[in-house]
T-cell receptor, first 114, second 117 residues
Framework: DSGVTQTPKHLITATGQRVTLRCSPR?????VYWYQQSLDQGLQFLIQ???????AKGNILERFSAQQFPDLHSELNLSSLELGDSALYFC?????????????FGPGTRLTVL | AQKITQTQPGMFVQEKEAVTLDCTYD???????LFWYKQPSSGEMIFLIY??????QNATEGRYSLNFQKARKSANLVISASQLGDSAMYFC??????????????FGTGTSLTVIP
């Protein structure tokens, strides 16, 4: 168990809908990262937040947005969903205090868009 | 160009033997970090080992070691004494730039390792 929690584990929805994925980082970690893992695109970095502020942006679509709250949990919002958004969405967290920025991953949320 | 290249889609190894999973990377930034993760069939991503671009020694973590050849831009993972539980997908990843400065992270396409009893 990495200490990172994600809810829900599974989500099934229809095209055009909007969903919210939730992530709680490991205790003490200030950085949260979101990734999308799909069969055709592999593991893609979406976005990073550090202590509530956006720190880095990857291949995140405009239909997707994220935020990190004062209690450091983060939410990834996916709107106007398309079939191609079906994927495993991971959240990861890391700590800035010395050492490396190793990311510890949550169990993921599997999104199925029908 | 791909930032991380893993050229072995699938590998087989006999139990108790050692295996090397290849990874090459592409960056012009002198500061970067290299990571290996394991993804079993259950889906979670498990951190295995880290190598910083300025680290002089190859990283080791138990049965895992990273063969870091900076000039060749390769960061191969070596698993010694393979176990059945090592059967999984293995991903090489890179953080570009100095850590904790808002970085891009890149993952390879993965290598599926099967350990044969």
């Amino acid at each position: 168990d990495s200490g990172v929690t994600q809810t829900p584990k599974h989500l099934i929805t229809a095209t055009g809908q909007r969903v919210t994925l939730r992530c709680s980082p490991r205790s003490g970690d200030l950085s949260v990262y979101w990734y999308q893992q799909s069969l055709d695109q592999g593991l893609q970095f979406l976005i990073q937040y550090y202590n509530g502020e956006e720190r880095a942006k990857g291949n995140i679509l405009e239909r997707f947005s994220a935020q990190q709250f004062p209690d450091l949990h983060s939410e990834l919002n996916l709107s106007s969903l398309e079939l191609g958004d079906s994927a495993l969405y991971f959240c990861a967290s890391s700590t800035p205090s010395g050492g490396t920025d190793t990311q510890y991953f949550g169990p993921g949320t599997r999104l199925t868009v029908l | 160009a791909q930032k991380i290249t893993q050229t072995q889609p699938g590998m087989f190894v006999q139990e108790k033997e050692a295996v090397t999973l290849d990874c090459t990377y592409d960056t012009s930034d002198p500061s970067y970090g290299l990571f290996w993760y394991k993804q079993p069939s259950s889906g979670e991503m498990i951190f295995l080992i880290y190598q910083g671009s300025y680290d002089q020694q190859n990283a080791t973590e138990g049965r895992y070691s990273l063969n870091f050849q900076k000039a060749r831009k390769s960061a191969n993972l070596v698993i010694s004494a393979s176990q059945l539980g090592d059967s999984a997908m293995y991903f090489c990843a890179m953080r570009e730039g100095v850590q904790h400065t808002g970085n891009q992270f890149y993952f390879g396409t993965g290598t599926s390792l099967t350990v044969i009893p």
